[in-house]
């Protein structure tokens, strides 16, 4: 594809003793970047925004199961929807904000389990030794594994009668009596945080590893030479020169956490209230009791929240000053 | 210069077609020869329906020369896939729904309406055996579907083990849980009864008809009365099982297939469960012979509280319906009148162990058997319709949702009191105003 | 530089409970899906009562597993292929030229990879719907359709990297082929994309793990001719039986074509996400 597209594009310039086109930028200069953007720009605004627009429209509308088949002639409600949502007193918003909470406390100990595993491995797989190729390669393994695979071989460990946790825990290490539940009541938060650390602390890893060998070696011996020792050397050395990359990490494992839909939706089908994160809460209210536009509204809190978050860390105008 | 520009469009208009390339599109859907059907898993799995199904469908091809593309859909998928066909116009000709959709699915106008002419081309009214009928759309209105496959709840128990209990199938409620108790020996991991527990569809069923044996009145001129003592009792009376009475396995709150239960069944362990008719094949399946089981219609309370009405069942059951979206209407209610025919009654019913809706199709032997009998009894004396009304869909997933939490914080240990179920109810009850 | 006995008894320690915790699941997969399906329905245990391939083969029965493998290859291919190509032009532009609204562009882009995929699904199955209704482009239900969704959730950070690695490489590279008379198109193949060579195989392999694993919008999105995978597999509970054998050993094969394909080549991973990210 390329012999054909840039030959025509090579002729005029082979073309010599016209210095004067280069002086001011032509016509051309300035309508080819929207070009090459435009492929971008359409694929995401027809996936993206469109539909997000769509969606903040369908949560001001009364869209139930009376207007799913013409949804254009479905009530205006005005904000009745976001009430509804927000009333803490009723059920549906005490229901959110619950589930807002489970989401936030699943979050906080995923992130920094993930981070800390993640922490961990790297900088002890920092120093070359016997098998660490093997052990850098492994440890990325549940990273590559597609997340339903990995959630499902889980679900299938976390069962109450066969299950392996059980087994293990109760019948071969005797550190749990009995065999509890694991996928209802109150275990199955922890069972879901386990599981989520597990598929991410990987991804913690590896980004880790890659900022610690962007760190220069002679920074570590010199601090070394100075009598540091290893905490002190994490601690003055290579933290702060992490900064950067925990700045992106932290914030992709907090996205990534929080929105997530799939372990607790291949995990439990309908989670128990314990494990009711957010973005499945807001999936079953609307497909439960087939409120499409009050799911929306959820999801348009969800999303303001999010953007206030990412924005409040981010510092505003960051994104910009890179790239203006 | 400007060739750069060109250029660079023809390169972006490479990509787009390049896009636009990526992924092969999709079939067409439907055309006036062919019907698209979606029907539910009535077998022991979807492949077990597709060998049913399919040799039928090649007959109806042959009588018709219309060709049917046959789809079958497990159950945690097809209300959503119905609902998603509806919102999109998209969708199959012909499908199969549970019958307590069917006002729900009802009000959202995407479905043909069998009024006197249209039900006159599947057979007539007369042609469906009429309780079937009370569960096809709401009262009033002309149905929106017909029957197809018939169902009941019944109470099947293990021979062997009610006669190593000494005991007879239970004929009252009380005498039920007296029986369970003795039927439970936890440390030979044996359980009177067998539920399941995760099943959202199986609570809210229970929620219905132990409600209706205390009084209770699931809604009231439109508004929900979820909450109401009676259904609190009603609630109460089957969770107990496992909360009070400890007469279930508490691994069964984890159960949401039938396949786990009647495996469980049939290796003994546990004595009874309260499950629907279709169970009798899949108990034999498991290697249970026809003899070492019985079914008995579910015992209800005995004297019943004041207002109470002796339910053993709803109507249970699958309908069938026609899109009104679809090309071919003609050839949609051919095929309807041909799955609903007695041959083809009989047939399909007899494989999958559901009732014929047809009174012809029970002239076959093998629909003379008791256990047959005894759910045709239920269906006649002790079965109550489920409120056809547009917000039942939502009742079940709602309540049938909070059972199965009940069950799970009973079965791991938590206090399941009648303030519990109250506060529970309530809350289900509240978000069904609000989502209305 | 020596370290100490307490460091390294401490880095032996962590190591290893990181290791199990790391293998315990994988080993569980492994050694279930050679189990004996009696084996899997009983109490758990480490190795099978007999070794049995068995599982490796009823697995294309129990559900059309094959099928579903076609759908999620085709996807997962497609998608990456065009996210690839549209984050190098675009990163390109991004790179190269000045331009106004190009903060916005990138800020609205990035912005894209918060959203929560439950506000726009509904909203989106609506638009293909209606695109069909007035097109007679299918896009609900079909491989066509899936293939865009997923290419644009790959796009944001695919540009955001590459973009990255093309600030790296020096203008005077570019300066140099023009004067050599190299028009932007091959200045862009021959200068720029040799170096960003790790970064583009980097946003490959993400873009093509993001395709393969996505489940909420495969589930409804796609029909029974079009499933893929990761939600074709819930199919085996759908079963008279749980065959868990059959499940983790389906597990197995989806999955060992992508954890092959990320970790021969993971050293680009973590190039590209050096180069490219952690620049910022």
Redesign the interface.
């Known amino acids: 594809m390329?012999e054909t597209?840039?030959a025509p594009?090579?002729a005029p310039?082979?073309v010599p003793g016209k210095p004067g086109g280069r002086r001011r930028p032509p016509r051309g200069?300035?309508v080819?970047?929207?070009l090459?953007?435009l492929?971008?720009?359409i694929?995401?605004l027809?996936?993206?925004?469109?539909?997000?627009l769509?969606?903040a429209w369908?949560s001001l509308l009364h869209l139930t199961q009376f207007f799913i088949r013409n949804?254009t002639a479905a009530p205006y409600g005005g904000l009745t929807n976001y009430r509804v949502a927000m009333d803490l007193n009723g059920p549906v918003g005490k229901d959110l904000l619950h589930s807002f909470f489970v989401t936030v406390a699943v979050t906080v100990l995923v992130v920094s389990g993930a981070w800390l595993?993640g922490l961990?491995?790297s900088v002890?797989?920092d120093?070359p030794f016997r098998g660490r190729g093997a052990?850098r390669?492994?440890?990325?393994?549940?990273?590559?594994?597609?997340?339903?695979?990995?959630v499902?071989?889980?679900r299938?460990?976390f069962q109450r009668?066969?299950?392996?946790v059980n087994?293990?825990l109760s019948?071969e290490l005797h550190i749990q009596h009995g065999h509890p539940f694991w996928l209802l009541g109150g275990n199955s938060f922890a069972a879901l945080v386990i599981i989520n650390i597990?598929r991410l602390w990987?991804f913690a890893f590896?980004?880790l590893?890659?900022?610690l060998?962007?760190i220069p070696g002679d920074l570590h011996?010199a601090a070394?030479i100075d009598g540091a020792?290893?905490l002190r050397r994490l601690r003055s050395v290579t933290l702060p020169l992490l900064r950067?990359?925990n700045?992106?990490l932290l914030l992709v494992l907090f996205?990534w956490t929080f929105?997530d839909?799939?372990t607790a939706?291949?995990l439990f089908d309908l989670p128990p209230t314990s494990a009711d994160v957010i973005?499945i809460h807001?999936?079953n209210a609307?497909f439960i009791t087939w409120n499409?536009g009050l799911?929306?509204a959820m999801?348009?809190l969800?999303?303001a929240f999010?953007?206030v978050v990412?924005l409040g860390y981010l510092g505003t105008g960051r994104?910009?000053r890179?790239?203006? | 210069m400007k060739a750069?520009g060109i250029?660079?469009l023809a390169?972006?208009a490479m990509?787009a077609a390049?896009?636009a390339a990526?992924?092969?599109?999709?079939?067409n859907?439907s055309s006036p020869k062919t019907l698209t059907y979606w029907a539910s898993?009535q077998g022991?799995?979807?492949?077990?329906d597709q060998q049913v199904l399919g040799p039928e469908l090649k007959k109806f091809e042959a009588k018709t020369g219309i060709k049917v593309k046959l789809?079958v859909?497990?159950?945690?998928d097809l209300l959503?896939r119905i609902l998603?066909a509806t919102?999109?116009?998209?969708g199959p000709d012909v499908v199969n729904v549970g019958n307590t959709w069917s006002a729900s699915l009802q009000a959202t106008g995407a479905f043909q309406a069998f009024d006197d002419a249209t039900i006159a081309k599947v057979g007539g009214k007369a042609k469906f055996i009429p309780s079937t009928l009370t569960s096809a759309g709401a009262p009033g209105k002309p149905p929106a579907f017909v029957p197809i496959y018939g169902l009941a709840y019944g109470l099947f128990y293990n021979k062997k083990l009610f006669a190593d209990a000494g005991i007879k199938p239970p004929q009252t409620w009380q005498d039920l849980v007296t029986d369970a108790k003795k039927l439970t020996v936890p440390a030979k991991k044996q359980y009177g009864v067998g539920m399941l527990g995760a099943s959202y569809t199986e609570g809210s069923h229970f929620a219905f008809m132990f409600g209706a044996q205390n009084g209770a009145k699931l809604f009231d001129g439109g508004q929900p009365g979820f909450d109401s003592p009676q259904m609190v009792a009603g609630v109460k009376q089957y969770v107990n099982l496992l909360a009070g009475d400890k007469v279930v396995d508490p691994t069964d709150a984890e159960y949401v297939?039938d396949?786990?239960l009647l495996?469980d069944f049939a290796k003994g362990r546990f004595g009874m469960m309260m499950i629907q008719s279709y169970a009798t094949a899949?108990i034999q399946?498991n290697g249970m012979k026809a003899s070492e089981f019985g079914v008995v219609p579910i015992p209800v309370l005995n004297p019943l509280p004041a207002g109470g009405r002796k339910v053993s069942s709803h109507v249970a059951g699958i309908n069938i319906g026609v899109f009104k979206n679809t090309k071919n209407k003609d050839g949609a209610l051919k095929l309807v009148d041909f799955l609903t025919s007695p041959d083809e009654q009989k047939i399909l019913n007899g494989t999958f162990g559901d009732l014929p809706v047809v009174p012809e199709a029970y002239n076959d032997p093998k629909f003379q058997t008791p256990e047959i009998q005894t759910f045709k009894d239920v269906l006649a004396n002790s079965a109550e319709t489920l409120p056809m009304i547009p917000q039942e869909a939502q009742f079940e997933t709602l309540v049938g949702n909070t059972v199965k939490q009940l069950i799970a914080d009973a079965a791991s240990g938590k206090t399941v009191d009648d303030q519990a179920i109250k506060n529970q109810l309530t809350a289900a009850n509240k978000k069904m105003q609000s989502g209305g | 530089?020596h370290?100490?006995t307490a460091?390294r008894w401490?880095?032996g320690v962590?190591?290893t409970l990181?290791?199990i915790?790391?293998?315990?699941?994988?080993y569980?997969?492994v050694v279930?899906s050679v189990k004996p399906l009696q084996d899997?329905?009983?109490?758990?245990t480490w190795v099978p009562s007999h070794v049995t391939f068995q599982p490796f083969v009823d697995m294309w029965?129990?559900v059309p597993l094959g099928r579903y493998f076609m759908n999620s290859l085709?996807?997962s291919v497609?998608?990456t292929?065009?996210s690839v190509?549209?984050?190098i032009?675009?990163g390109?532009?991004?790179s190269r030229?000045k331009?106004r609204g190009?903060?916005t562009?990138?800020?609205?882009?990035?912005?894209?990879?918060?959203?929560?995929?439950?506000?726009?699904l509904?909203?989106?199955?609506?638009?293909f719907?209606n695109i069909?209704?007035y097109t007679g482009?299918?896009?609900?239900?079909?491989?066509?359709?899936?293939?865009?969704?997923y290419?644009?959730f790959a796009?944001?950070f695919s540009?955001w990297l590459i973009a990255g690695y093309f600030d790296t490489i020096p203008r005077e590279l570019d300066e140099a082929a023009r004067v050599d008379?190299?028009?932007?198109?091959?200045t862009l193949?021959r200068v720029l994309l040799p170096v960003a060579a790790p970064g583009i195989v980097a946003v490959a392999i993400y873009a093509f793990?993001t395709a393969?694993?996505e489940?909420?919008f495969a589930s409804?999105l796609t029909?029974?001719?079009?499933r893929t995978?990761?939600v074709g597999?819930?199919?085996y509970?759908?079963?008279?039986?749980?065959y868990?054998n059959q499940?983790?050993a389906a597990?197995?094969v989806?999955?060992l074509p992508?954890?092959i394909g990320?970790?021969g080549l993971?050293r680009f991973?973590?190039?590209g996400?050096?180069a490219g990210?952690?620049?910022?």
């Not at chain 1, 990273?143 to 695979?149: G, K, Q, R, S």
């Open positions: 390329s597209i840039t594009g090579d310039a082979r200069r300035k080819l970047p929207y090459l953007l492929p971008a720009l694929a995401e027809a996936i993206h925004v469109i539909p997000m769509v969606g369908m949804w595993f961990a491995g002890l797989l120093r052990l390669t492994l440890f990325l393994v549940p990273y590559a594994l597609p997340v339903f695979t990995a499902i071989t889980w299938f460990m009668d066969n299950g392996m087994t293990v019948d597990w990987p590896l980004t590893t890659a900022g060998q962007s011996e070394a020792g290893f950067p990359v700045r992106v996205l929105n839909f799939n939706y291949i973005s807001i999936y609307s499409f799911g929306s999801s348009v969800l999303l999010l953007l990412t994104l910009r890179r790239y203006a | 750069r250029a660079a390169a972006s990509l390049g896009l990526c992924g092969s599109g999709g079939d859907k898993n022991r799995s979807i492949q077990q789809e859909i497990g159950w945690p959503n998603a919102s999109s116009g998209q297939n396949s786990d495996k899949g399946e | 530089m370290d100490s460091l401490v880095r962590v190591l990181l290791t915790f790391t293998v315990l699941p994988l569980v997969m279930s899997v329905q009983g109490a758990f029965h129990t085709i996807v497609s998608a292929v065009c190509l549209i984050a032009i675009t390109y532009a991004v030229y331009f190009r903060g562009f990138m800020t609205v882009v990035l912005s894209t990879q918060m959203f929560p995929g439950i506000l726009f509904l909203p989106l199955f609506l638009i719907v069909d209704r482009i299918v896009l609900y239900g079909s491989r066509l359709g899936l293939t865009i969704t290419l644009t796009l944001p540009i008379g190299a028009g932007p198109i091959r193949i793990m393969w694993g489940v909420l409804v029909d029974e001719s079009t995978l990761a597999l819930r199919g509970a759908n079963q008279s039986n749980v868990w499940v983790m597990s197995l989806i999955s992508v954890v990320f970790l993971q991973l973590v190039h996400l050096t990210a952690v620049k910022t």
